[in-house]
């Protein structure tokens, strides 16, 4: 395991690791030293020295500038540790990246940084002139059908996002994304946005219920890894009686709304839900919850009816 050190001029480092863990779940490998307010390089250095004296084997320091005072103090502290290696210029995407690629280096590293600094207006005004796929024969995917190679079904309000995006998609070697909601599928600045969220590395289809039964139902993925999104239960239920086949579903991000109440910290329902929820588990699915692939898997149900 690879331990990672967040230096930063004041409460950088501490916001990044707040930021991440939201992300990631908790991640004890993630250390962090601040040369504080008051304080000069001779306080971050025993800081560092102190919080490096804890950690065996690999390291990786992220600093937060390059020329700055945390900067300088770790080059001249462990510039001949072969062990460590040290970058500066921390930002989240690359904390997120060096967290959950242990055997990235720092070369890869760095590319995947900059690639995450896009200017967002341009890719959006360029995501909106794809033109959608013309309608084709789907009998031709006959072999395929009722053999769809689902990896995993969420239920996340937020659909991609970080969590989705940088983890679970990744984690579970998934090929394409299927997002299953009317709304989105309907409009096509929502529809831009999701394409510029997904990863560059797989395949998005953003669909209404009726054609992603339509679509999955056909065999037309063959045999692609697929990540379903849904946005709430009610459509998952919808998908489930248009002839939609789910055996397992994830619950993932459902936020406050009125008059709902907490079933895990990040799974709020109101009452209308819970009746929705329970007709989902009537059709034999079985629902769990579960934010980041570490955390344990939950009984939703369960924790639903107590």
């Known amino acids: 395991m690879r331990d990672i050190i967040l230096i930063s001029h004041g409460d950088m480092a501490q916001g990044v690791k707040h930021s991440l863990e939201m992300i990631t779940g908790k991640q004890p490998s993630v250390h962090i030293v601040s040369l504080k307010d008051d304080g000069d390089d001779k306080q971050f ?12 084997g690999k390291a ?3 600093a937060d500038l390059l020329g700055g005072t945390p900067c300088n103090v770790a080059l001249k502290e462990y510039v001949d540790n072969e062990n460590v290696e040290i ?13 959950l690629n242990e055997q990235a280096s720092t070369k890869e590293l760095i590319g995947s940084a900059r690639q995450s600094v896009i200017n967002v207006k341009n890719q959006l005004e360029k995501s909106t ?9 789907l009998d031709q995917y006959a072999e395929f059908r009722g053999k769809e190679n689902i990896v995993n079904i969420r239920i996340d309000e937020r659909l991609i996002h970080g969590q989705v995006a940088g983890i679970w998609s990744t984690s579970l ?6 997002v299953i909601n009317d709304e989105a599928a309907q409009d096509p600045l929502q529809k831009s ?9 797989m395949r998005l289809s953003v669909l209404t219920i009726k054609e992603a039964v339509k679509n999955i139902n056909s065999g037309k993925y063959g045999k692609q890894r697929l990540f379903i999104l849904f946005k709430n239960p009610t459509d998952v239920l919808r998908f489930i009686e248009e002839g939609g086949h789910i055996n397992r579903i994830n619950v993932g991000n459902m ?17 209308d839900e819970e009746v ?31």
């Open 173 to 178: 070697n998934t090929q394409r994304i299927i």
């Open 87 to 99: 970058i500066a210029g921390m930002s989240l995407p690359l904390v997120v990246e060096a967290t």
């Open 193 to 201: 946005s999701l394409r510029m969220a997904a990863p560059t590395s």
């Open 255 to 271: 936020s406050h709304k009125e008059g709902a109440r907490e079933v895990t910290k990040s799974i709020k329902v109101t009452k």
């Open 45 to 56: 250095k025993q800081d560092l020295i102190s919080t490096m004296s804890t950690i065996s």
């Open 129 to 137: 002139q794809i033109k959608e796929q013309e309608e084709i024969n």
């Open 276 to 306: 929705v929820f329970k007709k989902i588990a009537e059709h034999g699915v079985d629902i769990t919850a579960q934010l980041v692939p570490n955390d344990p898997i939950i009984n939703f149900m369960e924790k639903l009816t107590r």
């Open 60 to 62: 990786l320091i992220i």
